[in-house]
């Protein structure tokens, strides 16, 4: 009995660990799997060994994939001639959320950061130069972050893209889908304003 | 303990899940760091971003704690100058390097008033590069490393001045270099008010600022000059090829 209240212990340490877990919230989040042994907690642990042994980084494009090459690279649909750049494989799931974008990605790894001295060599852009001049892509989309990094990212790839023949495009910024005017910080008010378009 | 103040954001990271810690450079406080609360947060993130100008009320128990910054956004400049390749390196290379060779808490009200002017520069005044030169100069200065441009370490005459000692940091004259010209760095006239800080002229300026910065703050054993200025160097290089008429003789297109 003393050996499995360590053995708890133990799992609530680590369960504290997660983003969003302190050692109280996971005290409960682990009572609760414990109460559901059988219906949840065995099937969690499971899911996470099959998880933990079999996911990789897609050898292309960087996303995280069961197999050696994900699902979209291996997709013949997606070979749209389109490359969507992102920093982070959050980034690429937010946009497979959006189920809008067709093409294929690219996942970084990272943003160049003046703080860190994250320079390119951290990054994969020499995969994503090699993508391009290989594949016959016709555009890269840079969907990075607004902010400092994410842009000097951007614009340190598309000078690295330069001559490749590929167009270089980056995700629009202004006014979020439901926000209001008053709430908007003064930087996204004037990215809105230089990307103003014509009411058709 | 307490103060408030008008300051510049130079450097955040995130501090836990929802917080970050901020660096701002104040006219009476310095360099000085503390913790923002949700400032890694949707409301807070855009707010943070390198070159704004805030409003910051720092608060500790003691003097010598990281303190809690609470924050009012007064303007964001990164959001004016991220469709400009070379004015957003000018922002990260100003921020990166104030955060690099700043001590903590030593007030700088001049370097501080540049700064702020240089800031506002990079936002549409088309001579911000040459504004920047200036500052680096002031920078090192700042800190103890200026530059002595006034008169020929050697001779000691004011004019003719053509290089600067490695060494010291003091200007030489063509006549007064002779046959160590070769060792010494160019001096562009830029530097003495003789001409204006641009194109092949602002490089070397560039140059050898950055010779001084890099011997000075990122010596052999210590961690490297920020690479944001490196990529403002590589972009204004770029801008000067791409503006400099093509060689004589040459074809276009060839």
């Given at each position: 009995?003393?050996e499995a209240g360590r053995e708890i212990a133990a799992l609530i340490e680590q369960v504290a660990r997660l983003p969003g877990l302190g050692p109280?919230s996971a005290r409960r989040l682990v009572l609760f799997l414990l109460k559901r042994r059988g219906q949840t907690m065995l099937p969690l642990a499971q899911a996470l060994e099959r998880v933990a042994r079999g996911a990789r980084d897609c050898a292309?494009?960087g996303n995280i994939s069961g197999a050696e090459v994900c699902d979209i690279?291996t997709?013949?649909?997606?070979?749209?001639?389109?490359?969507?750049?992102?920093?982070d494989v959050a980034?690429l799931w937010?946009?497979e959320?959006?189920?809008?974008?067709?093409?294929?990605?690219?996942v970084?790894g990272?943003?160049?950061?003046?703080?860190?001295?994250?320079?390119?060599?951290?990054?994969?852009?020499?995969?994503?130069?090699?993508?391009?001049?290989?594949?016959?892509?016709?555009?890269?989309?840079?969907?990075?972050?607004?902010?400092?990094?994410?842009?000097?990212?951007?614009?340190?790839?598309?000078?690295?893209?330069?001559?490749?023949?590929?167009?270089?495009?980056?995700?629009?910024?202004?006014?979020?889908?439901?926000?209001?005017?008053?709430?908007?910080?003064?930087?996204?008010?004037?990215?809105?304003?230089?990307?103003?378009?014509?009411?058709? | 303990?307490?103060?408030?103040?008008?300051?510049?954001?130079?450097?955040?990271?995130?501090?836990?899940?929802?917080?970050?810690?901020?660096?701002?450079?104040?006219?009476?406080?310095?360099?000085?760091?503390?913790?923002?609360?949700?400032?890694?947060?949707?409301?807070?993130?855009?707010?943070?971003?390198?070159?704004?100008?805030?409003?910051?009320?720092?608060?500790?128990?003691?003097?010598?704690?990281?303190?809690?910054?609470?924050?009012?956004?007064?303007?964001?400049?990164?959001?004016?100058?991220?469709?400009?390749?070379?004015?957003?390196?000018?922002?990260?290379?100003?921020?990166?390097?104030?955060?690099?060779?700043?001590?903590?808490?030593?007030?700088?009200?001049?370097?501080?008033?540049?700064?702020?002017?240089?800031?506002?520069?990079?936002?549409?005044?088309?001579?911000?590069?040459?504004?920047?030169?200036?500052?680096?100069?002031?920078?090192?200065?700042?800190?103890?490393?200026?530059?002595?441009?006034?008169?020929?370490?050697?001779?000691?005459?004011?004019?003719?001045?053509?290089?600067?000692?490695?060494?010291?940091?003091?200007?030489?004259?063509?006549?007064?270099?002779?046959?160590?010209?070769?060792?010494?760095?160019?001096?562009?006239?830029?530097?003495?008010?003789?001409?204006?800080?641009?194109?092949?002229?602002?490089?070397?300026?560039?140059?050898?600022?950055?010779?001084?910065?890099?011997?000075?703050?990122?010596?052999?054993?210590?961690?490297?000059?920020?690479?944001?200025?490196?990529?403002?160097?590589?972009?204004?290089?770029?801008?000067?090829?791409?503006?400099?008429?093509?060689?004589?003789?040459?074809?276009?297109?060839?």
């Amino acid at each position: 009995m003393a050996e499995a209240g360590r053995e708890i212990a133990a799992l609530i340490e680590q369960v504290a660990r997660l983003p969003g877990l302190g050692p109280r919230s996971a005290r409960r989040l682990v009572l609760f799997l414990l109460k559901r042994r059988g219906q949840t907690m065995l099937p969690l642990a499971q899911a996470l060994e099959r998880v933990a042994r079999g996911a990789r980084d897609c050898a292309v494009c960087g996303n995280i994939s069961g197999a050696e090459v994900c699902d979209i690279c291996t997709d013949p649909r997606r070979a749209t001639g389109e490359i969507c750049v992102v920093a982070d494989v959050a980034d690429l799931w937010a946009l497979e959320r959006g189920g809008t974008f067709r093409g294929r990605y690219h996942v970084l790894g990272g943003l160049l950061s003046a703080l860190d001295a994250v320079g390119p060599e951290e990054l994969r852009l020499p995969a994503l130069a090699a993508r391009v001049a290989d594949d016959g892509i016709t555009e890269v989309i840079l969907a990075l972050d607004a902010t400092v990094d994410g842009q000097t990212t951007a614009h340190y790839i598309a000078e690295a893209l330069e001559g490749t023949g590929a167009r270089v495009t980056s995700l629009a910024q202004g006014v979020p889908i439901g926000g209001e005017l008053d709430y908007l910080d003064d930087g996204t008010i004037t990215a809105a304003l230089r990307a103003r378009r014509a009411l058709d | 303990m307490e103060w408030r103040a008008q300051a510049l954001l130079i450097a955040v990271r995130p501090h836990g899940e929802t917080a970050a810690i901020a660096e701002v450079f104040t006219e009476a406080h310095g360099r000085h760091a503390g913790v923002v609360r949700g400032g890694a947060g949707r409301r807070m993130a855009p707010l943070l971003q390198p070159g704004a100008e805030l409003d910051v009320t720092w608060r500790a128990r003691l003097e010598g704690q990281i303190g809690t910054f609470a924050v009012e956004p007064v303007r964001g400049r990164a959001g004016a100058v991220m469709g400009d390749r070379a004015a957003l390196a000018g922002l990260s290379a100003v921020c990166a390097l104030l955060a690099h060779v700043l001590p903590d808490r030593a007030p700088h009200p001049r370097l501080w008033a540049a700064s702020r002017t240089l800031l506002d520069a990079l936002e549409g005044v088309p001579d911000w590069p040459a504004a920047y030169l200036r500052w680096e100069l002031g920078l090192l200065d700042e800190m103890g490393y200026g530059l002595d441009l006034s008169r020929c370490a050697v001779t000691g005459t004011r004019s003719g001045l053509a290089f600067v000692s490695p060494r010291t940091g003091r200007a030489v004259s063509a006549a007064g270099a002779g046959d160590w010209a070769d060792r010494l760095l160019p001096l562009p006239p830029c530097l003495l008010g003789l001409a204006e800080a641009r194109g092949e002229q602002l490089l070397t300026g560039l140059a050898l600022t950055g010779y001084f910065l890099e011997r000075h703050f990122a010596p052999e054993g210590a961690a490297p000059l920020p690479p944001a200025r490196d990529r403002l160097v590589a972009a204004l290089a770029r801008r000067v090829r791409a503006s400099s008429p093509p060689p004589a003789g040459s074809v276009p297109g060839a």
